[in-house]
């Protein structure tokens, strides 16, 4: 593909459509801004395929520019701004239930998990998608994210805490 050849991007980017489209649609405020940044994010992987350094995965590469097309466009969802305690989030989490199988039971159920994912704040879900659902390490995910390690492990760790808070509220309301 550096070297201009259309069949090696057309393989690369039918291997990674699907990573770089559900990403987009973490950190986009509809499904229409996220399919116009993965168009966005196509093109410039196919422009910028020379200039690939290889200091990070391929996949973090093409991930680092679909996160640049999203903001680029304005299109990313609203953040909110409460910096909740992590102790506090720790017990909304459930942290000390005395029933850990209803715990394992909530977390199972997958439209549970779906829906508290959309809830989170869009930094929370960009981080969870790249950690735990597009499975790059830490670095990786530091590198797209543009932050240090330690700063993405923080946030990724307030991240899962808001999400278990999300699903530890949703069970509790019978939902």
Do not use: C
Request: aromatic share 4%; charged share 30%; net charge positive.
């Amino acid at each position: 593909m550096k070297a201009g050849d259309r069949a090696a991007f057309t393989r690369l980017a039918r291997r990674h459509q699907a990573s770089l489209f559900r990403y987009a649609v973490s950190l986009a405020r509809s499904r229409a801004d996220a399919e116009d940044a993965l168009q966005k994010t196509l093109i410039a992987i196919w422009k910028s395929a020379a200039t690939f350094g290889g200091r990070a995965s391929v996949k973090a590469w093409m991930l680092t520019i679909t996160r640049n097309s999203v903001f680029r466009a304005g299109r990313v969802r609203e953040a909110p701004t409460d910096d909740e305690p992590l102790a506090a989030l720790g017990r909304q989490a459930g942290w000390g239930n005395e029933n850990p199988e209803e715990l394992l039971q909530r977390l199972q159920r997958i439209e549970s998990l779906e829906r508290a994912l959309n809830e989170l704040p869009p930094t929370d879900r960009e981080a969870l998608v790249l950690r735990d659902l597009e499975g790059l390490s830490g670095e990786e995910t530091a590198e797209v994210l543009g932050l240090s390690l330690a700063a993405t492990k923080s946030r990724l760790h307030r991240a899962r805490l808001r999400l278990m808070a999300r699903l530890t509220e949703e069970s509790a309301d019978g939902s």
